[in-house]
Each structure stands twice: as C-alpha cells, then as structure tokens.
C-alpha cells in the first residue's frame, strides 16, 4: 500500500490533518474501486460543478443524497424486483453507495433525475470574511515613546 509522509508540512502549518486523511482515503478507494454506477463530475464555472451519475431503474424514492460536513453521500437501494420475473437482465439495478469529498464552502445547491441520469449541482460559497480585502493604510504619524 502506498502512504504519503505529510510531516514535514505539518511542521510548519496548522489543521491541515484533514488533508492527510483525504489522501488516505482516497488511496484506499481507489485500489478497488466500484466502477457502479458511472459518473461524471464536471466543472460548469469557475465556481460551479455538477456530477452526473448514471442511475437507469432507480426512482427518486429509491436514491438518497446526504451531505455531511464535508462528504456528499450518494446511496441508491434496489428497486423491489420481486413482482416481476425476468428472462434477461441486463439493466444493473444492485444497491451502491458512492462518497465524494467536498472541498471547504462547497454546497450542494440542487439534484434532479432526469433520464436515469441523477445530477447534482454544486457551489462554491465563499463567506465575505474569507473573500480577499483591501487593508487601508494609515498614514498618520505614530508618536514613538521615549525610553526612561
């Protein structure tokens, strides 16, 4: 298994054990990665994204989308077969499960199936105190103290 060895940055900054983790994670997830359902994220602008997972046979009822701080959730539960009996079945309709990591002031503004096709619109909303600001600069003279 590979790791990447974040100490030397955490020598010189604070808070960023998140990062370490994401790594983690995602470098498990990827080795066996469910390749069910297929998706597709997508950046629309400069701050706007949207996944497209392909989801034929599943219904709104059948499909939850949960965000938690900072992880999107994506759970579909297979539709009730029981009452129909097939010769062929080709059209994948097993349960899944499908976790994205959001980055910070990422919101999940909307999600619609359309098609078989669940999407999920993103934004990011960055708060007014962590916009960039202009400091003005005093230019009156400041009296020193003297030394006793």
Same mark, same amino acid.
């Given at each position: 298994?590979?790791?990447?060895?974040? *100490?030397?940055?955490?020598?010189? *900054?604070?808070?960023?054990?998140?990062?370490?983790?994401?790594? $983690?994670?995602?470098?498990? *997830?990827?080795?066996?990665?469910?390749?069910?359902?297929?998706?597709?994220?997508?950046?629309?602008?400069?701050?706007?994204?949207?996944?497209?997972?392909?989801?034929?046979?599943? =219904?709104?009822? +059948?499909?939850?989308?949960?965000?938690?701080?900072?992880?999107?959730?994506?759970?579909?539960?297979?539709?009730?077969? $029981? =009452?129909?009996?097939?010769?062929?079945?080709? !059209?994948?309709?097993?349960?899944?499960?499908?976790?994205?990591?959001?980055?910070?002031?990422?919101?999940?503004?909307?999600? =619609?199936?359309?098609?078989?096709?669940?999407?999920? +619109?993103?934004?990011?909303?960055?708060?007014?105190?962590?916009?960039?600001?202009? !400091?003005?600069?005093?230019?009156?003279?400041?009296?020193?103290?003297?030394?006793?």
């Amino acid at each position: 298994m590979r790791t990447i060895d974040f *100490s030397p940055l955490f020598r010189h *900054s604070v808070g960023f054990d998140r990062l370490q983790r994401l790594a $983690d994670s995602a470098l498990q *997830s990827d080795s066996g990665a469910p390749a069910y359902p297929p998706y597709n994220i997508e950046q629309v602008d400069e701050d706007g994204y949207n996944i497209s997972m392909a989801v034929a046979g599943f =219904s709104e009822a +059948d499909i939850d989308v949960i965000v938690t701080e900072n992880t999107l959730v994506v759970t579909g539960r297979q539709p009730d077969a $029981d =009452s129909v009996k097939y010769l062929h079945r080709g !059209i994948a309709g097993r349960a899944f499960e499908r976790r994205f990591e959001l980055a910070d002031h990422i919101k999940v503004s909307d999600a =619609s199936l359309v098609n078989g096709l669940l999407r999920i +619109d993103l934004v990011r909303e960055i708060p007014e105190e962590k916009k960039p600001r202009s !400091i003005a600069i005093n230019t009156k003279a400041i009296p020193h103290k003297k030394a006793a």
